[in-house]
């Protein structure tokens, strides 16, 4: 079966510059969550988006933005990286209302 | 690498009753373990985690898990359930370092009047 897909899986960033992750929901799933966890630190919600429309906000820095699209994949902006924005990111995806999320296997950033 | 079994895709108990949510890991070296809840259209939420401390860890909203190194589970337990407890859990394992995270597929809890 499909699995959500994340797109690049590593990615090394230099400060200063700026990043684009992409998720890909599995087919038919309406809503995609991204989540970023540090380096020893637990996964922390970032933003939800349902139906290209933001559904829920955690705690996204003002320099990242993101969108969903028509087809509902996502994709992550990241400007102005930081050191501290080194991190695992990952997306999940769902149908709207369900229980079942489905993680993707992650986008390691590094920045240096 | 480290993977997580969640025995139950789907666990349904009556409201007041005891619940049980299944896990069990497989890894190379000491790993951590979580729980995290989801309800629907939120994000994920931590329960509690295991980091090579005590075995017995109490969480959040009356949770708890022990951690069985025998028998490699780390099973999420409630005394009494309540009506807000229904939603999806997750056993998650991690290297040392919390730099691999594996989820499991997930448990649905459904709490019944």
């Known amino acids: 079966a499909a699995g959500v897909i994340q797109s690049p899986r590593h990615l090394i960033k230099e400060k200063r510059e700026t990043a684009t992750l992409k998720c890909y929901p599995i087919?038919?799933?309406?809503?995609v969550y991204w989540y970023q966890q540090g380096p020893g630190q637990d996964p922390q919600f970032l933003i939800s988006?349902?139906?290209?429309?933001?559904?829920d906000k955690g705690s996204i820095p003002d320099r990242f933005s993101a969108q969903q699209f028509s087809d509902y994949h996502s994709e992550l902006n990241m400007s102005s990286l930081e050191l501290g924005d080194s991190a695992l990111y990952f997306c999940?995806?769902?149908?709207?209302?369900?229980?079942?999320?489905?993680f993707g296997p992650g986008t390691r950033l590094t920045v240096t | 690498a480290q993977s997580v079994t969640q025995l139950d895709s789907h666990v349904s108990v009556s409201e007041g009753t005891p619940v049980l949510l299944r896990c069990n890991y497989s890894?190379?070296?000491?790993?951590?373990l979580f729980w995290y809840v989801q309800h629907p259209n939120k994000g994920l939420q931590l329960l509690l985690k295991?980091?090579?401390?005590?075995?017995l860890v109490k969480g959040i909203n009356g949770f708890e898990a022990e951690f069985k190194k025998s028998e490699t589970s780390f099973h999420l337990t409630k005394p009494s359930a309540h009506m807000s407890d229904a939603a999806e859990y997750f056993c998650?394992?991690?290297?040392?370092?919390?730099?691999?995270?594996?989820f499991g597929a997930g448990t649905r809890l459904t709490v019944k009047p």
């Open positions: 999940a995806s769902s149908l709207q209302n369900s229980y079942e999320q489905y």
């Open positions: 087919p038919r799933h309406d809503t």
């Open positions: 988006f349902y139906e290209k429309m933001q559904s």
């Open positions: 890894s190379s070296y000491s790993p951590s």
């Open positions: 295991y980091t090579s401390a005590a075995t």
């Open positions: 998650v394992v991690s290297d040392e370092d919390n730099n691999d995270m594996r």
